[in-house]
């Protein structure tokens, strides 16, 4: 009976089940070039998470980056980590927070999978594959 319950136990609180990464991208680019990767991330927990790393074996760093305006320009910051609150979901997007791909070591191609980890405080290290594509307009925040 007790290990029926620890069991139960340990599957509620299984990694992948309290963030869950959705749609990740990434944005075509050429090698020594600079490029974005960009995803939902999902925190079905009752706590909040932190994404405070990603790296990849193909870029000369990687950093987390916020987007701010300042009069009329739009410019990047590196961030140290962001929070993706209880039952919510935080959306990395172009104009918007973004894992910065600095330097690359090769072409990243239309349709290709790139593989990336991110790590979060809580649920560890998560290995993603993100699908290589074009910006579109239609990915972009609209204002009407
Ligand atoms: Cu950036």
């Not at 944005?27 to 490029?35: H, K, P």
């Not at 790296?55 to 320009?73: L, N, P, S």
Request: aromatic share 8%.
């Amino acid at each position: 009976m007790k290990l029926v319950f620890l069991a139960l136990l340990i599957f509620i609180s299984s990694p992948d089940e309290t963030i869950k990464i959705k749609d990740p991208w990434v944005r075509i680019s050429a090698e020594g070039q600079s490029t974005a990767l960009f995803m939902k991330i999902e925190n079905n927990s009752d706590v909040a998470d932190t994404l405070y790393k990603a790296e990849c074996d193909f870029a000369g760093r990687v950093e987390i980056h916020e987007t701010y305006q300042k009069d009329d320009m739009m410019g990047m910051r590196e961030v140290p980590f962001v929070v993706i609150p209880a039952k919510s979901t935080f959306e990395l997007k172009p104009r918007s927070h973004h894992i910065m791909v600095i330097k690359l070591k090769k072409d990243i191609k239309k349709g290709s999978q790139e593989e990336f980890t991110l790590h979060f405080k809580r649920a560890g290290k998560i290995t993603i594959k993100a699908k290589a594509d074009e910006m579109q307009m239609n990915k972009m925040e609209h204002k009407h």
